[in-house]
């Protein structure tokens, strides 16, 4: 009997410390922004003339969709200050993607009237203890 509750000991212990690695591939295509007139490249050198319009960030958090309703708005007994309650959630937990971030940043750059990206850069942001996992991109704006 001592040998049964050793060994099941011994394969909880070992086993419970196990890494398990799962890979990991992401691909973005820039066909569609290609369809949209965007031009869209990762070198900071092209060999076409341009004009630099603007240096672009956008950022994508994860997070909980907000909500549609009206805060609450107070009113402080004493002295008859009012103030608007925290903006409220819904239960929809919306996970950052590389397209979404690729996509802010294509809108500011249309913005700003240009119809290319150069330098552009994607980066992974990792959770925290005080934020979720998103996306940072950046990029300069060009008119060919």
Do not use: H
């Amino acid at each position: 009997m001592k040998k049964l509750i050793y060994a099941s000991l011994i394969g909880v212990v070992l086993s419970s410390c196990t890494i398990v690695r799962v890979p990991s591939v992401q691909v973005s295509s820039a066909l569609d922004y290609q369809k949209s007139g965007i031009f869209l490249t990762e070198s900071n050198s092209v060999s076409f003339n341009y004009e630099p319009v603007a240096s672009l960030s956008a950022l994508q958090i994860s997070g909980y969709a907000t909500s549609d309703k009206v805060n609450k708005t107070f009113t402080e007994d004493v002295y008859g200050t009012s103030f608007t309650g925290p903006q409220r959630t819904t239960n929809k937990f919306i996970q950052a993607s590389r397209e979404d971030v690729l996509n802010e940043l294509c809108k500011k750059a249309i913005e700003k009237g240009a119809n290319g990206i150069i330098n552009l850069s994607i980066k992974y942001i990792p959770r925290t203890t005080d934020t979720y996992s998103g996306y940072e991109a950046t990029g300069m704006a060009i008119k060919k």
